[in-house]
């Protein structure tokens, strides 16, 4: 193979991403939404590749994973459908119910089901369902919902890892790779089910005093009912059956979004009332626009042949030690993910092992020390993702409506509880990936 150099298209590149990646984990500091920043960083990555002539619209287009944004996308509107029914309000209900007052059991069956819920939507589609609803049943238990609110985003983060379309960057990962449903669950679902049970006993004894105190008798007089039950048991039917679509789509020949892009279109039809522009209308385009802008630089730098030129540096060390380098991958992309957003992290990672990849090496672990390392690794700050983002801003409107400071969920209070579960959590999957590492660095057919 021809020896790669440094030039001047690489350069470029460089500087493009360096500045775009800066400003958008800056963000606090600039003010300059990150979905701004990423536009912008495209259009110059496009203009400034199409000078350069290693870049233009056309390689552009094709470089946007469109399995990613139409997966997603179709997600956000089922959802949208959803939530008006009032299915979920009820689910929290009876879950409130059931506990009776047994505050650490209502904590694992809120983080049950949206742990469950996050193994088909994202984290943050979940914690935005499930946030106010936690807050509503601790103010009529008379309780803190500091920690109900923490465990949703810790137990979603985590829990989302399990599988191909909990989490973003599983999506990303998983279309990059070709990784079909059942080849990601087999794999990653042992080690997160671990992770998730440790995350538990961890909130036991970070909690326990809040845990201990008494609670008011359950007062939800108010509670709405189930206002649309046609639709919401309609939606229940066809999650399950996207459930089958999923574990069977490679045997299918169908993309994952395609089984989205049914469910979705089966559920516009069962719930004749259903206002489509209003349900598109709720979809996070943002979040969609964001991936699409991270495809166009991300394809631009691989133009360049910049990833594939620090590939080299990397290579000889994977070469000699896999085992050792899979594992500081893990903890690199966790810390580097509980600083930052796991998904540009991940954008940026996945070029890399590509290219290793076609230099004959073994990148499966790679890819799965990524997985488990972007996933893990976003309980570590109260920025690490952003359902941890939106458990922090809900808290702090609590916070502010009561006249009480303490029950807004600080950065400090975010390193005390939250650093904890991700250090062990990490430690529990560097375990597992030693103990069963010919399992995990097995080459998978694709």
Same mark, same amino acid.
């Given at each position: 193979?021809?020896?790669?150099?440094?030039?001047?298209?690489?350069?470029?590149?460089?500087?493009v991403?360096?500045?775009?990646?800066?400003a958008?984990f800056?963000?606090?500091?600039?003010?300059?939404?990150?979905?701004?920043?990423?536009?912008?960083?495209?259009?110059?990555?496009?203009?400034?590749?199409?000078i350069?002539?290693?870049?233009?619209?056309?390689?552009a287009?094709?470089?946007?994973?469109?399995?990613?944004?139409?997966?997603?996308?179709?997600?956000m509107?089922?959802?949208?459908?959803?939530?008006?029914t009032?299915?979920?309000?009820?689910?929290?209900?009876?879950?409130?119910?059931?506990?009776?007052?047994?505050?650490?059991?209502?904590?694992?069956?809120?983080?049950?089901?949206?742990t469950?819920?996050?193994?088909?939507?994202?984290?943050?589609?979940?914690?935005?369902?499930?946030?106010?609803?936690?807050?509503?049943?601790?103010?009529?238990?008379r309780?803190?919902?500091?920690?109900?609110?923490?465990?949703?985003?810790?137990?979603?983060?985590?829990?989302?890892?399990?599988?191909?379309?909990g989490?973003?960057?599983?999506?990303?990962?998983g279309s990059?790779?070709?990784?079909?449903?059942?080849?990601?669950?087999?794999?990653?679902? /042992?080690?997160?089910?671990?992770?998730?049970?440790?995350?538990?006993?961890?909130?036991?004894?970070?909690?326990?005093e809040?845990?201990?105190?008494?609670?008011?008798?359950?007062?939800?007089?108010?509670?709405?009912?189930?206002?649309?039950?046609?639709?919401?048991?309609?939606?229940? /039917?066809?999650l399950g059956?996207?459930?089958?679509?999923f574990?069977l789509?490679?045997?299918?020949?169908?993309?994952?979004?395609?089984?989205?892009?049914?469910?979705?279109?089966?559920?516009?039809?069962?719930?004749?009332?259903i206002?489509?522009?209003?349900a598109?209308?709720h979809?996070?385009?943002?979040?969609l626009?964001?991936?699409i802008?991270?495809?166009?630089?991300?394809?631009?730098?691989?133009?360049?042949?910049?990833?594939?030129?620090?590939?080299?540096?990397?290579?000889?060390?994977?070469?000699?030690?896999?085992?050792?380098?899979?594992?500081?991958?893990?903890?690199?992309?966790?810390?580097?993910?509980?600083?930052i957003?796991?998904?540009?992290?991940?954008?940026?990672?996945i070029?890399?092992?590509?290219?290793?990849?076609?230099? /004959?090496i073994n990148?499966?672990?790679?890819?799965?020390g990524?997985?488990?390392?972007?996933?893990?690794?976003?309980n570590?700050?109260?920025?690490?993702?952003?359902?941890n983002v939106f458990?922090?801003?809900?808290?702090?409107?609590?916070?502010?409506?009561?006249?009480?400071?303490?029950?807004?969920i600080?950065?400090g209070?975010?390193?005390?509880k939250?650093?904890?579960?991700?250090?062990?959590?990490?430690?529990?999957?560097?375990?597992?990936?030693?103990?069963?590492?010919?399992?995990?660095?097995?080459?998978?057919?694709?």
């Amino acid at each position: 193979m021809e020896e790669l150099v440094w030039n001047n298209d690489m350069m470029m590149s460089a500087i493009v991403l360096a500045a775009t990646f800066i400003a958008i984990f800056t963000e606090g500091i600039h003010k300059i939404h990150r979905v701004k920043c990423a536009m912008a960083g495209a259009a110059a990555m496009v203009i400034v590749g199409q000078i350069m002539g290693y870049y233009n619209p056309e390689e552009a287009v094709h470089a946007i994973d469109w399995n990613v944004v139409f997966l997603l996308g179709g997600m956000m509107t089922i959802v949208a459908i959803m939530i008006p029914t009032g299915g979920f309000q009820q689910l929290a209900y009876k879950i409130a119910d059931f506990s009776k007052g047994r505050l650490f059991l209502l904590l694992v069956l809120m983080g049950s089901l949206v742990t469950g819920l996050s193994l088909l939507l994202d984290n943050v589609t979940t914690v935005v369902i499930f946030g106010p609803l936690i807050i509503l049943i601790c103010q009529s238990l008379r309780v803190n919902a500091i920690p109900y609110l923490l465990a949703a985003a810790l137990l979603s983060d985590t829990g989302g890892v399990a599988t191909l379309v909990g989490d973003p960057p599983n999506l990303m990962i998983g279309s990059a790779f070709n990784i079909d449903f059942n080849t990601f669950i087999i794999h990653m679902g /042992g080690m997160v089910l671990v992770a998730w049970l440790v995350v538990l006993v961890m909130l036991r004894y970070l909690f326990k005093e809040e845990l201990a105190v008494i609670p008011h008798e359950l007062d939800l007089t108010d509670r709405e009912p189930l206002s649309d039950p046609k639709t919401w048991y309609g939606a229940l /039917g066809v999650l399950g059956i996207m459930v089958i679509g999923f574990v069977l789509h490679n045997a299918l020949h169908w993309e994952p979004w395609f089984v989205t892009a049914l469910g979705l279109t089966a559920l516009a039809f069962i719930g004749k009332d259903i206002d489509m522009e209003e349900a598109f209308a709720h979809t996070e385009l943002a979040l969609l626009m964001f991936f699409i802008s991270l495809f166009i630089i991300v394809g631009g730098v691989e133009h360049s042949q910049f990833l594939e030129y620090l590939g080299t540096f990397i290579i000889p060390f994977v070469e000699d030690d896999l085992l050792t380098a899979t594992l500081i991958l893990l903890w690199v992309a966790a810390f580097l993910s509980a600083a930052i957003d796991n998904i540009p992290f991940t954008a940026a990672m996945i070029p890399i092992i590509a290219a290793m990849e076609t230099q /004959g090496i073994n990148v499966t672990p790679l890819f799965w020390g990524l997985a488990a390392g972007v996933g893990m690794g976003g309980n570590g700050t109260h920025i690490g993702s952003t359902a941890n983002v939106f458990i922090v801003t809900i808290s702090e409107k609590m916070a502010k409506d009561a006249g009480d400071p303490s029950l807004a969920i600080t950065p400090g209070l975010w390193a005390r509880k939250g650093l904890p579960v991700m250090l062990v959590t990490l430690v529990t999957c560097t375990i597992i990936m030693w103990l069963f590492w010919d399992f995990f660095s097995t080459p998978i057919p694709r």
